[in-house]
């Protein structure tokens, strides 16, 4: 078929598609040692697409000791990064023309519109050529010793990295993870979230295509107390990356400390706050903003815009203008090209958020939208929006990741700066305002890992992705992405005279 484009051409495509199930070990497809296997399925029907590999303790053994064999091998480790670069674009290439049934894979696997899914493929694929590209362009130092030494600062690969790795955005979480620790030169091991495994093991496929070396990249789908738990533990694992929940990476630190102290990368959670301020130009134009930054990715979103903090002269006015955004981005067919929301990625989580709006609505907040599942096959929840909200409420300080609006008002500067800092996290943090000074006082003193000012979740491959307080303390994208997959050696060379 010719490049899929209508909602028809979609479902064709989709049933017409084979996936591959079982894990990537050493260059092959292999079965779980167990011969276990696990559903996964469709958010938007309820119906099983595949039994997947269920990988444990024995299969990540297996994959530590080939990723270890290769690193020491050096056929990756020690190539020139120029020769690593053309691989990587071979892989970004290829993932360029699988593109279609990349993003296809991800929406049937979670749920999220196919637009919206096409759209994480070029940040995945911009993500693989960023880092290929910069590899070599990467410099290490020379100390500014005296005349009788020379010191040189080297930058080497950690050796054998486990990606672990969500659902909200498979493979683009996964490309940001790996494609820094592949350009540095280590073997990865990436787990895939047990919700989302397939689009995972479809990349296995084109990396072995692009000719990455055996055992330099591997994939072990499978549960995060199973395969997960056995890498973080693993003695033979030298650097963990994640991305996922606050509970999980705090969770990680712990096996890190029991096994062998290696580097715990963390990109946790979020309920970050979106700040409207009385001064901003074209209320309507931010009010759709601050729709999108929360009901994009139906609320699946690390960085979703879950707290808007309005100044209360403009309140009343402004949430009319956001419930009537809220309007145009009801849930429908994943597949369809039209669809701003898709489904909820499964049962629990589907459960979870209707418990979020249950008790927002027991402590008193006031319901202006949604609130209820939709009736049918799927797990689909429309925007809901909820006002009057206060920063004692659950559904104001827990990250609900659903499509759950919490509107607060403020009166003052310095209280929304206050309000905006309460939280246990601190991933993302906007604001829109016209007053110069204002712009410049608040970015300042919101505490977050990126802020937003007069858009949300702006940023492109060059700038760092990451948090502060229990959102993480890793930073994904940017060359100092590619840092965190590095050591440093210092050589210290004494010039006998
Ligand atoms: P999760 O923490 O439940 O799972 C993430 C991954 O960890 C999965 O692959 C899972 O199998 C694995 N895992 C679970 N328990 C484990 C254990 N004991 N040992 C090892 N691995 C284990 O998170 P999720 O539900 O997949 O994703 C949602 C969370 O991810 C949200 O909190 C969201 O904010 C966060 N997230 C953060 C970012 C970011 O960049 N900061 C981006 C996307 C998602």
């Known amino acids: 078929m010719s490049h899929p484009q209508r909602h028809a051409d979609w479902h064709q495509m989709a049933a017409d598609m084979r996936f591959e199930t079982r894990a990537y070990i050493n260059d092959q497809f292999v079965d779980a040692a167990s011969g276990e296997t696990f559903e996964t399925l469709n958010p938007a029907t309820g119906k099983c697409l595949a039994q997947v590999a269920s990988c444990d303790g024995p299969d990540a053994e297996l994959a530590v000791g080939h990723a270890r064999a290769a690193f ?125 495994p397939l689009s995972a093991l479809r990349l ?96 699946e979103v690390c960085i979703a815009g879950s707290r808007l903090l309005v100044e209360n002269s403009i309140r009343a006015a402004f949430v009319e203008k956001v419930l009537a955004a809220a309007e145009t981005m009801q849930p429908g067919d994943p597949l369809d090209p039209e669809s701003f929301m898709g489904a909820m990625v499964d ?59 919490a509107i607060f008002g403020f009166d003052s500067e310095e209280e929304a700066i206050a309000m905006a800092n309460d939280s246990d996290y601190g991933l993302a943090a906007g604001f829109w305002s016209q007053d110069i000074d204002r712009i410049m006082r608040v970015t300042r003193r919101l505490h977050s890992g990126q802020v937003f000012v007069n858009n949300w979740a702006g940023g492109d491959q060059t700038v760092p992705f990451g948090g502060v307080k229990q959102s993480g303390n890793g930073r994904d994208k940017s060359h100092h992405s590619l840092e965190e997959y590095s050591e440093l050696k210092t050589v210290w060379m004494s010039l006998a005279t």
């Not at 996922?244 to 712990?254: D, E, F, I, Y």
Request: glycine share 10%; net charge negative.
């Open 72 to 196: 020491q091998a050096g056929e990756w480790s020690r190539l020139a990064p120029v020769r690593r670069k053309k691989t990587l674009l071979a892989l970004a290439e290829l993932m360029e023309a699988n593109r279609h049934e990349l993003a296809l894979l991800d929406t049937l696997d979670m749920g999220k519109p196919i637009t919206s899914s096409l759209g994480d493929m070029q940040g995945a694929i911009g993500c693989v050529r960023y880092h290929a590209e910069s590899i070599d362009k990467l410099f290490g130092e020379v100390a500014p010793t005296g005349d009788d030494s020379l010191a040189l600062v080297l930058r080497e690969p950690l050796g054998v990295v486990a990606s672990i790795v969500p659902w909200n955005f498979p493979l683009m979480m996964t490309a940001w993870k790996i494609a820094p620790a592949l350009a540095a030169g280590n073997s990865v091991i990436l787990k895939p979230s047990e919700k989302s």
């Open 204 to 299: 296995a496929e084109l990396a072995r295509e692009a000719g990455l070396p055996s055992g330099v990249f591997q994939v072990l789908p499978g549960f995060g107390h199973t395969v997960g738990k056995a890498l973080a533990l693993s003695m033979g694992v030298d650097c963990l990356s994640f991305t996922g929940s606050t509970q999980v990476g705090k969770q990680l630190m712990q096996y890190a400390g029991q096994s062998n102290l290696k580097k715990v990368y963390l990109e946790c959670g979020g309920k970050s706050p979106n700040l409207v301020f009385a001064d901003c130009k074209d209320l309507d134009r931010v009010a759709r903003h601050a729709a999108e930054a929360i009901f994009h990715n139906q609320g």
């Open 347 to 405: 049962e629990t989580q589907h459960r979870r958020v209707l418990d979020f709006i249950r008790q927002g609505v027991e402590e008193g907040a006031s319901l202006r939208a949604g609130g209820e599942a939709l009736k049918g096959d799927g797990w689909f929840i429309p925007p809901t929006v909820f006002d009057g909200v206060t920063p004692q409420m659950v559904i104001g300080r827990e990250e609900i990741f659903g499509p759950v609006l």
